[in-house]
């Protein structure tokens, strides 16, 4: 059984830091595709970044140059360093993988950025 956890969330202020983390576990030895998402209030969730297992990595453009992923494929983890955080940044962040076509979730954590 695949499990995703993710950690480091929490409240910052805007300008700030923070470093989200997902550990994988189960049956997880080949990952196409890592990624973070996220959700605000009264909205849809959206993709923020993605990692794939070529080692390309993909942004949605109002993230691009504040936010990193990467990858340690030997801890089977994987993290989003977020810098310049702004308040809109503010969202349950939820971290995902494809395994052979099957898409994998984590239960969330929050990020709180104020203005």
């Known amino acids: 059984q695949v499990q995703l956890v993710e950690s480091g969330g929490g409240l910052v202020q805007a300008g700030g830091s923070l470093r989200l983390s997902c550990a994988t576990s189960?049956?997880?030895?080949?990952?196409?595709?890592r990624a973070w998402f996220r959700q605000a209030p009264g909205k849809q969730r959206e993709f923020v970044a993605r990692?794939?297992?070529?080692?390309?990595?993909h942004y949605t453009d109002s993230v691009k140059g504040r936010f990193t992923i990467s990858g340690d494929t030997a801890k089977n983890t994987f993290s989003l360093r977020m810098n310049s955080l702004k308040a809109e940044d503010t969202a349950v962040y939820f971290c995902?993988?494809?395994?052979?076509?099957?898409?994998?979730w984590g239960q969330g954590t929050q990020v709180t950025v104020s203005s």
């Open positions: 990692l794939l297992d070529d080692g390309s990595t």
């Open positions: 995902n993988i494809i395994v052979r076509g099957y898409d994998y």
């Open positions: 189960g049956n997880v030895f080949v990952i196409n595709s």
